[in-house]
């Protein structure tokens, strides 16, 4: 299983990104999907989650409103819109694909994940 996640950048305060991550190597639908992401010198956190249909998505709170997890299961591709975004949102965002399809918070849920992608967002 490959994910790649693509789309980080620097970006200022009140900005937008989108973040893809395309899988590869099982079959994407039957599998949740998440964003996790990790700042210097902190722990990885839970970021969102979409249910493998799409039906079902979650978001940790500090970024409930700002942020919208969508996926497309004939392009093997999940994607984080991030608006609004806030110089705590600074964080490499690592993708990942669950061994569920129903959404889980935990990362050892996930047992595949992508290499991360740099977000600075500047003040």
């Known amino acids: 299983v490959q994910l790649q996640a693509s789309g980080g950048g620097l970006v200022q305060a009140g900005g937008s990104l989108r973040l893809s991550c395309a899988a590869s190597g099982r079959t994407f639908s039957s599998y949740a999907m998440a964003w996790f992401r990790q700042a210097p010198g902190k722990g990885r956190e839970f970021v969102a989650a979409i249910s493998d249909s799409g039906g079902s998505t979650d978001y940790a709170d500090s970024v409930k409103g700002r942020f919208t997890i969508s996926r497309d299961n004939a392009k093997n591709t999940v994607y984080l819109q991030m608006n609004s975004l806030k110089p705590e949102d600074t964080a490499v965002y690592f993708c990942?694909?669950?061994?569920?399809?129903?959404?889980?918070?935990?990362?050892?849920?996930?047992?595949?994940w992508g290499q991360g992608t740099q977000v600075t967002v500047s003040s």
């Open positions: 990942a694909t669950s061994d569920f399809g129903v959404i889980t918070h935990g990362a050892p849920s996930y047992g595949y």
